[in-house]
């Protein structure tokens, strides 16, 4: 993962932390200094990509922290099911 990346991964955290639902693409570039909110996007697609950010809608807002299961400590539950990511951060319900 890239210094910007993590920057991006941070702002998001900490923001789930103080708000209850993610940031949008602006309050990211500003926390990490980017002016052009298609470069955030492209940051955080990079993230969606590599399982670590998932989002429920459209909205970047909606995102979540992923923990995608490391190579090689796959595990199934006795039903043979193998489990998904588990999800770290939460969204609060709130109007649109």
Sequence with gaps: MTARQEAVM?????????HGHG?????IGTRVGLS????VAHQLAQL???GL???TGRDW???R???PTPPGAACEAA???????RQIGFEADRAV
Excluded: M
């Excluded at 940031?23 to 309050?27: G, N, Q, S």
């Excluded at 052009?36 to 470069?39: E, G, I, Y």
């Design 36 to 39: 052009s909110t298609s470069s």
């Design 10 to 18: 941070a702002v998001i955290r900490a923001w789930l932390t103080e």
């Design 48 to 50: 969606e990509e590599r």
């Design 53 to 55: 950010i998932s989002r």
């Design 23 to 27: 940031p949008t693409v602006r309050e």
């Design 61 to 63: 807002s909606s995102c």
């Design 65 to 67: 922290l992923e923990s």
């Design 79 to 85: 039903d043979g099911i193998r489990p998904g990511p």
